[in-house]
DNA sequence: AAACAAGACAACCGCAGCCAG
DNA sequence: CCTGGCTGCGGTTGTCTTGTT
């Protein structure tokens, strides 16, 4: 098994890509889906390989993505799901809609990582780290319980694989034996009333989650429940992607269904100043700023809650197809993009009208009636 | 103000699995 | 069954930005 052959392909441009490019694969995909990656940058009229243009889509151009700083809520989910799921980024990823694995695997690196370590909790194992070893080496000879390897070498590198842990469901007492990963979406897919709270914490218990009690949070009462209120996407996602591995489908099942753990509207996505404070700087906007990051994305739109996030959810949703719709449309990023709430909205009560045209264009694009 | 370090982010690399021929 | 193309994944590296001295 060698190189993609992509690979090596000659004149073929590597590194950053330029807003030139990104508006050629945007163009292209939005008009006629990504098909075939390998024929993408040829169709495109990109000198670029097929890999690159998909992971250029997946981690950057893809119209759902939310950009920013990730709140304290998803970093807490991402801590939790690692103790779970482990390194498997893009499973992790998949219950944080919006999120890339790369973004996600690059939180960790460079943040989470640091956080538990300075909290006393080995980043890889999820408990504490014992006074007398060696934090760092400690850390990065084991890994969480991983049901499966993905990959035959996982173990090779610095992050051995503990012995996975078996798991007895709480939902019996049976000694039925369950993967980390099978206990989780067992979990998640099962669970369902007022009883939730109690299992989620039972369930997080089954993992050592011991960190647990060290991220701060002013509820104790409702420190698992809250932070774990979120293992399910968002109750409603205004299009239906065709790109691979994100479980939106199962998202707005679960949300429409009603029986998710965001019923109550207390799911809370996007709180924008939770985590890292965000560094958008008008006057300093790059050329080549992400223009999802500049999109209005409905899950960042303010710290509706409640019944005031339902209200204001299909208005999101309509701001959402609109705003991304344009984007797909409309060149490139101006500082135009860097609008006020107050002045995206009546820039959307302006833009009704062209609504239904680029609807139809995203229903094209990416074949799914809306 | 310049140099350096650290952090954050984007992209690449290599491998494994899937699947059609 | 075998082979090769393609895709997805996770690890790693490179680059740019920001902070510190």
């Known amino acids: 098994m060698g190189r993609h052959s992509c690979c090596y392909k000659q004149k073929l441009r590597k590194g950053l890509w330029s807003p030139d490019e990104d508006e050629k694969l945007l163009n292209y995909i939005t008009n006629h889906g990504h098909g075939c990656w390998s024929s993408v940058p040829k169709l495109a009229g990109?000198?670029?390989?097929?890999?690159?243009?998909?992971?250029?889509?997946?981690?950057?151009?893809?119209?759902?993505?939310?950009?920013?700083?990730?709140?304290?809520?998803?970093?807490?989910?991402?801590?939790?799901?690692?103790?779970?799921?482990?390194?498997?980024?893009?499973?992790?990823?998949?219950?944080?809609?919006?999120?890339?694995?790369?973004?996600?695997?690059?939180?960790?690196?460079?943040?989470?990582?640091?956080?538990?370590?300075?909290?006393?909790?080995?980043?890889?194992?999820?408990?504490?780290?014992?006074?007398s070893g060696d934090a760092d080496n400690d850390s990065e000879k084991q890994l969480p319980p991983t049901s499966t390897s993905h990959r035959s070498n996982d173990n090779s590198s610095d992050e051995a694989i503990e012995t996975p842990l078996p798991i007895i469901t709480s939902s019996n007492s049976s000694s039925q034996i369950y993967s980390p990963t099978q206990e989780f979406f067992r979990f998640q897919t099962t669970t369902a009333g007022s009883h939730r709270a109690s299992e989620l914490v039972e369930f997080l218990s089954f993992h050592n989650l011991n960190y647990v009690s060290e991220i701060p949070n002013p509820n104790p009462n409702s420190l698992c429940f809250n932070q774990t209120s979120h293992l399910l996407p968002p109750p409603s996602i205004p299009l239906k992607p065709t790109w691979e591995g994100t479980d939106f489908t199962a998202a707005a099942a679960t949300a429409s269904g009603g029986s998710s753990f965001f019923d109550g509207g207390n799911f809370p996505w996007g709180l924008p100043e939770c985590g890292k404070t965000e560094k958008l700087n008008p006057t300093a906007i790059r050329e080549d700023k992400k223009w999802s990051e500049i999109m209005e994305n409905p899950f960042m739109m303010g710290n509706t809650t409640g019944e005031q996030n339902q209200e204001s959810q299909s208005q999101n949703e309509?701001?959402?197809?609109?705003?991304?719709?344009?984007?797909?449309?409309?060149?490139?990023?101006?500082?135009?993009?860097?609008?006020?709430?107050t002045q995206r909205q009546q820039a959307q009560a302006s833009s009704d009208a062209v609504y239904n045209k680029h609807l139809h264009t995203l229903t094209v694009s990416f074949g799914h009636t809306l």
């Not at 998803?74 to 390194?87: K, S």
């Not at 797909?328 to 101006?334: D, K, L, N």
């Open 46 to 131: 990109l000198q670029r390989c097929g890999k690159s243009c998909r992971l250029r889509w997946i981690n950057y151009l893809r119209p759902d993505l939310k950009r920013g700083p990730f709140s304290q809520h998803e970093e807490d989910l991402i801590i939790e799901l690692h103790a779970v799921l482990g390194n498997r980024w893009s499973q992790i990823a998949a219950q944080l809609p919006g999120r890339t694995d790369n973004e996600i695997k690059n939180l960790w690196n460079s943040c989470i990582k640091k956080k538990l370590r300075q909290k006393g909790i080995d980043p890889n194992t999820h408990k504490p780290v014992s006074v």
């Open 318 to 341: 309509s701001m959402y197809v609109e705003n991304l719709s344009t984007a797909a449309e409309t060149e490139f990023i101006t500082e135009s993009g860097w609008q006020s709430q």
